[in-house]
T-cell receptor
Framework: AQSVTQLGSHVSVSEGALVLLRCNYS??????LFWYVQYPNQGLQLLLK??????LVKGINGFEAEFKKSETSFHLTKPSAHMSDAAEYFC?????????????FGQGTILTVHP | KAGVTQTPRYLIKTRGQQVTLSCSPI?????VSWYQQTPGQGLQFLFE???????NKGNFPGRFSGRQFSNSRSEMNVSTLELGDSALYLC?????????????FGPGTRLTVT
């Protein structure tokens, strides 16, 4: 079975500061990992994905994440926060095999950006 | 390409009623998944349909059901609504052409049960 743990339900940073959102996963098979962002009253938007091609993954809006198998982690970072980054972020895992369209999500991290 | 669309966007129902939500996937996508999002339980997988067949199912009671049509559009139905069914219901579609099955989400249907 797969599971995802996001450390910190709320993260607050100043504009221009580093953003670090933590995600640890548990999977019995090599996982596919994703980060999504959700703005108020909207659906989820895919930020980036890990599919075993490269351990450092670059996504949209300046975000990137590094897959570390030894630490079972897939933390999301952005060098310089912008006010528009304020949203809720979700880490998700999909096991291989027949799980196809089933994602298991973490509980989410709300990012607040202060001017 | 147009994104995933969901109708209606907002819905208010009374306990005991039933409701049907609709989802139109991105053109060419044959897989449709449904999720329930609540403040307490977060995002939970309901089921996935591919080529009109349910391929995966989450841990929800039988009151929750779905179907997919030949044009890949999908509906989900909740019968005998309970207050706890109040949630944002999200639909996601994915292309079977990519092994990672990245999912693209619609804006959701906000269901309120009174």
């Amino acid at each position: 079975a797969q599971s995802v743990t996001q450390l910190g339900s709320h993260v607050s940073v100043s504009e221009g500061a580093l953003v670090l959102l933590r995600c640890n996963y548990s999977s019995s098979v090599p996982p596919y990992l994703f980060w999504y962002v959700q703005y108020p009253n909207q659906g989820l938007q895919l930020l980036l994905k890990y599919t075993s091609a490269a351990t450092l993954v670059k996504g949209i809006n300046g975000f990137e994440a590094e897959f570390k198998k030894s630490e079972t982690s897939f933390h999301l970072t952005k060098p310089s926060a912008h006010m528009s980054d304020a949203a809720e972020y979700f880490c998700a895992v999909r096991a291989g095999g027949t799980s196809y369209g089933k994602l298991t999500f973490g509980q989410g991290t709300i990012l607040t950006v202060h001017p | 390409k147009a994104g995933v669309t969901q109708t209606p966007r907002y819905l208010i129902k009374t306990r005991g009623q039933q409701v049907t939500l609709s989802c139109s996937p991105i053109s060419g996508h044959r897989s449709v998944s449904w999720y329930q999002q609540t403040p307490g339980q977060g995002l939970q997988f309901l089921f996935e349909y591919f080529s009109e067949t349910q391929r995966n199912k989450g841990n929800f009671p039988g009151r929750f059901s779905g179907r997919q049509f030949s044009n890949s559009r999908s509906e989900m139905n909740v019968s005998t609504l309970e207050l706890g069914d109040s949630a944002l219901y999200l639909c996601a579609s994915s292309s079977t052409g990519t092994a990672n099955y990245e999912q693209y989400f619609g804006p959701g249907t906000r269901l309120t049960v009174t």
